[in-house]
């Protein structure tokens, strides 16, 4: 029964093209598919399928009203990047949003350090939202769009 | 018939593994498979055998293509783009071993550079903290031949150390540890109920970022005085319990990670940590290591402090060694935009720097020496492919306990491929010339 709701409500926010949006305390770290896949090759899509994503609880998930393992997008007033959500690996953690240390979640984190020479890598306050048209870029080809790269 | 060869050591995590086997072909120029090491190990030493490296120096074209360059060029290059630089950032170190670090900061000396290593965005704080008040700390043999109580504050071995808890912290029979896990209690501190902390017998799921709240209640616990009902989230019994349970213990570690140096509070939250061992020295043998990430950040941070008197964040612009983080650190220098070139060796800040700063490397002239293609190469204007440290080359490293360890060539290079120390002599010796001091 609650699966159907959950159906339905996804249905109608598609539908009227209404989207829902959550706010989230975002953290990024390691994760063992991260580190196989940064040793494998970040030019290969190994490396987005490990990190271009974004661990949410189910709970928040529900909240938000997609399905898993759609695409979102994470905005915080530092940038916004287009990730996919899945559901967490390692909860439950309401509240709390993981994405994998790289390119997509250092498109969004605080830089700021405090005077201490580190960015803070845990602890950024973001909005989630559905974006299941939008792609989520290659590791290598995201941080060259961003820095306006020319690649021949 | 193939070799195998053993007592290797693998080049991934600050655990430096010395038990890893490698089967090698007749010839020696093969790696054809890898016992021992874990998943992402197995992949590093697998992955400098694919067929799609590159292989010669490349310098990227004003339409955006690379141009493949021979070393000399690159060099040529290298030492050219830091001879006019006024404020050239050398950053990385920690993918590489110690003999080309001390080249490098040799090359920094004379451009007057700042150097810096991958602390930066990894142990950085904790280094400060560790000037503050100091550090009780041991060895990983001294865990697994001892500790029965362990701490995991932060930081997710499961995932980032993968062997860590098998060959050091909760599964070894030591010498007084006979039992293996049975001797030890195991007690997680995380934000989320990580793969570590499915196997902790307490784990406390503290509020993200209110790690020096729960360290500073950890310490009013040990003294049995009053607390509040709540902190950072964990009802107060359970601080209480926990705290007992490190009390009772012959020998304890607290292992922390990037969930205290990242998180705000930053040093102070490590300065709490390492007051907290103090105070259970107290009531028994208190010890805390920082789970560092890089095989060999430590040992840049070992060299760093060696030739220049600071483990990270230096700067040598004015002629002499001045170190003061959020001034003169890497992530702070490439928000304000004051660097006018960038090196970088052995890391790959393209991918694990704020966006923010990526964009100002991307800006000014770079230099990326990496085996791999990353990030940090594909916003470079030169990509200096190396042998891998650690397979194709050796060299000393240091474990995250500060223990130097020789790393193993065990294969070949590919042919006319340079290591990172030979191609920084190459830099070294133009510049030298090009400064007036050769």
């Known amino acids: 029964m609650a699966e159907s709701e959950d159906f339905i409500s996804v249905q109608t926010v598609y539908c009227t093209g209404r989207m829902a949006s959550i706010d989230l305390n975002l953290i990024s770290g390691r994760s063992i598919q991260q580190g196989v896949a940064i040793e494998s090759g970040k030019e290969k899509p190994s490396y987005r399928t490990a990190a271009g994503i974004i661990e949410l609880d189910p709970s928040d998930l529900k909240k938000l009203g997609v399905w898993k393992n759609t695409n979102v997008r994470v905005t915080s007033e530092h940038g916004s990047v287009i990730v996919k959500a899945i559901e967490t690996t390692q909860g439950p953690h309401p509240g709390v949003a993981f994405i994998p240390m790289g390119p997509w979640a250092n498109s969004i984190v605080n830089p700021n350090t405090y005077s201490t020479g580190m960015p803070t890598f845990k602890g950024t306050k973001v909005k989630v939202e559905g974006a299941p048209n939008e792609p989520v870029l290659l590791g290598i080809e995201l941080v060259q769009k961003q820095c306006g790269v020319k690649i021949g | ?438």
């Open chain 2, 1 to 438: 018939m193939t070799t195998t060869v053993t007592d290797v050591i693998c080049p991934f995590c600050g655990t430096l593994c010395d038990d890893i086997a490698v089967v090698i072909s007749d010839d020696g120029k093969q790696l054809l498979e890898v016992y021992n090491a874990c998943v992402i190990g197995t992949e590093k030493f697998l992955h400098s055998q694919s067929k799609d490296r590159v292989v010669r120096p490349r310098l990227r074209q004003e339409d955006g293509t690379w141009k493949e360059i021979s070393y000399d060029e690159a060099a040529e290059y290298t030492a050219q783009m830091l001879a006019s630089a006024k404020k050239p950032l050398m950053y990385g170190w920690s993918s590489t071993n110690c003999e080309a670090q001390s080249v490098g900061h040799e090359i920094a000396e004379v451009c007057g550079a700042c150097v810096d290593n991958t602390a930066a965005v990894c142990h950085g704080t904790t280094l400060i903290a560790v000037q503050d008040i100091g550090l009780p700390s041991c060895t990983l043999g001294e865990v697994k031949n001892r500790a029965d109580r362990i701490i995991f504050w932060g930081c997710n071995p499961a995932h980032a150390h993968p062997r860590h808890m098998s060959r050091y912290s909760i599964f070894p029979r030591g010498f007084f540890t006979n039992k293996g896990q049975m001797t030890r209690k195991m007690v997680v501190i995380d934000p989320r109920t990580t793969d570590t902390a499915k196997m902790a017998d307490i784990h406390l799921q503290i509020e993200q970022g209110k790690d020096y709240e729960l360290l500073n209640a950890f310490r009013i616990a040990l003294k049995g005085e009053w607390l509040p009902e709540v902190v950072a989230g964990i009802p107060s019994e359970k601080i209480r319990e926990a705290a007992d349970i490190l009390k009772s213990g012959r020998f304890g570690i607290i292992f922390f990670g990037m969930g205290v140096t990242q998180s705000l509070g930053k040093n102070h939250n490590i300065d709490e940590a390492i007051a907290l061992t103090k105070d259970l020295n107290d009531y028994t043998k208190f010890s805390i290591m920082p789970m560092r990430g890089h095989y060999n950040v430590t040992g840049s941070g070992e060299v760093m402090a060696w030739q220049f008197g600071y483990p990270y964040a230096v700067d040598l612009t004015r002629g002499f060694a001045r170190y003061n983080p959020g001034d003169t650190s890497s992530i702070d220098l490439l928000a304000r935009k004051e660097v006018d070139a960038v090196f970088v060796i052995g890391s790959d800040p393209g991918a694990h720097f704020p966006i923010r700063c990526v964009k100002e490397i991307a800006k000014v002239p770079s230099v990326c020496i990496d085996p791999h293609l990353t990030p940090t190469s594909g916003v470079s204007k030169l990509h200096v492919p190396v042998a891998f440290n650690g397979v194709e080359t050796g060299g000393n490293c240091y474990r995250m306990d500060n223990v130097p360890i020789d790393c193993r060539k065990v294969v070949e290079p590919p042919e006319g491929m340079l290591t990172d120390e030979q191609f920084l002599m190459k830099v070294r010796d133009r510049l030298k010339q090009l400064k007036g001091e050769a």
